[in-house]
């Protein structure tokens, strides 16, 4: 079991996103107003908050969101998880599609640190039932 720390959205690709603290999941769409959600396979992006602490130990300035992470969570090593692992919040049920994703060549955080732990420790879920989500929550994998 895990607790989600941060609830993170943009409304448009290409800028950072930022704690909203609450959001609505919505069945096979992501979160409500996000700009990367859709009917395809990477409608959450997940991160744990353990990796995002150890990229900060290395000198890195980085908030909730910076990673392009939806939800940021506490005590789960997502990037250990096989593709198809269910995660359960309440009445949400996420579906785990894909571990990691390339960086795209404008990469901020990769330009100041020589690195990012997206590609290696982030991952992209489906969302099979919606909900509301919010920190605080504890998100179980089934």
Not at 51 to 60: P, S
Not at 84 to 111: A, P
């Amino acid at each position: 079991m895990g607790k989600v720390l941060a609830v993170c959205m943009s409304p448009a690709k290409g800028t950072a996103k930022k704690d909203v603290g609450t959001a609505e999941l919505v069945e096979n769409h992501g979160l409500k107003g996000d700009a990367h959600a859709g009917t395809w396979h990477r409608q959450v992006s997940l991160l744990s908050h353990g990796k995002i602490e150890a990229f900060r130990a290395r000198g890195a300035e980085v908030d909730h969101g910076a990673f392009g992470e939806n939800l940021v969570v506490d005590d789960i090593d997502f990037s250990s998880l096989p593709v198809g692992s269910i995660f359960r919040s309440g009445d949400i049920v996420l579906e785990l599609t894909q571990i990691g994703k390339e960086c795209h060549s404008g990469c901020e955080i990769f330009k100041i640190m020589g690195d990012c732990i997206m590609p290696r420790e982030g991952v992209f879920a489906r969302v099979i039932h919606g909900g509301v989500i919010s920190a605080g929550d504890e998100l179980y994998v089934q």
